[in-house]
C-alpha cells in the first residue's frame, strides 16, 4: 500500500453523509486502487470501479481525468516517459497569500481564471518530462508534459496535447511549505481547458477552521471498508 484515503461528503444535501475509502496501492499496473462507497440513502456499503487513467473524476465537469489529479496519479504503464532535462521556468511557488484565511473563496475564483493578485511565480529550477501515449494504447491525451520543481520533486506545472499535438489543457499546483507539517501543500490546484474557457479547481482551505491536522492518530482499520458506515452518517 501507498496510502489510505478516507472523506466524507457534507453538501450538496442530497449526497450529504456518502462517504468514501481508497487504498492506494505502490504498483498500480499490478494492482489497481481499491475503492468503496458508503451510501447514506441505501444505508450499505459497497464496491466501487476504480477509476482510472482518463475515466473522468466525478463533481470536475468533464475538466479532469483520474489520472491527472494531484497533476498525476495512477498508473503510468500507458505512455513512454522521456526525461527532457533541466530548465529554468516561470512557476507557482510559496503560494502563501493564496492560501491566506483572509481570502473567502469568492476572492480567489474569477471569470475564465482565478484572481491572479494573490498568486505567485518564481522564476525556478525544473525538470521537464515527456509522456507519449505508447502505439495501441488509448488515452483523451495523446502526450503530457510535466515539470518538476527540482528542490521538492513535486510536478509544479503540467500541459496536455490531444491527438492533433495541440495543447488542450494546462494544469498548475500553486504550492507552499506548510512550517508545521514541515511539508509540501497545495493551497490550490488549477486545470484550465483552452478549448472551452472553463477551469476547475481543488484543494481550497481558505474558509476552513483547520484545514490541516498533523498530529492525528488512527490506524488501518479506520480505512477499512467496515468503518465506512459510521464515517458516513448524516
Known sequence: ????????????????????????????????????????SQRRVRRIPALVYDDITP??????????RDMFNGAPDLYQWTLVGK????????????????????????????????TRYELHRVWEVVGTLKPGAKHIYASRRYYLDEDSWAIVEADFFDHQGRLWRTAQAHS?????????????????DLRSGRYQLSGLTNEQSRPYAFDVR?????????????????
Open 218 to 234: 488512527t490506524s488501518a482499520s479506520y480505512f477499512s471498508p467496515g468503518a465506512l458506515r459510521s464515517q458516513g452518517l448524516r
Open 1 to 40: 500500500m501507498l496510502y489510505y484515503l478516507s472523506y466524507r461528503l457534507t453538501a450538496p444535501s442530497r449526497q450529504a453523509g456518502d462517504a468514501v475509502v481508497l487504498h492506494e496501492t505502490l504498483d498500480q499496473v499490478a494492482q489497481p486502487r481499491l475503492s468503496w462507497l458508503y451510501s447514506s
Open 59 to 68: 463533481g470536475t465537469a468533464s475538466l479532469r481525468t483520474a489520472d491527472s
Open 176 to 192: 507552499y511549505y506548510h512550517v508545521t507539517g514541515q511539508t509540501l501543500v497545495n493551497a490550490m490546484e488549477a486545470i484550465y
Open 87 to 118: 530548465k529554468e521556468l516561470h512557476v507557482p511557488y510559496n503560494s502563501y497569500r493564496l492560501a491566506s484565511p483572509l481570502l473567502g473563496y469568492a476572492a480567489l475564483i474569477g471569470t475564465g481564471h482565478v484572481n491572479p493578485q494573490p
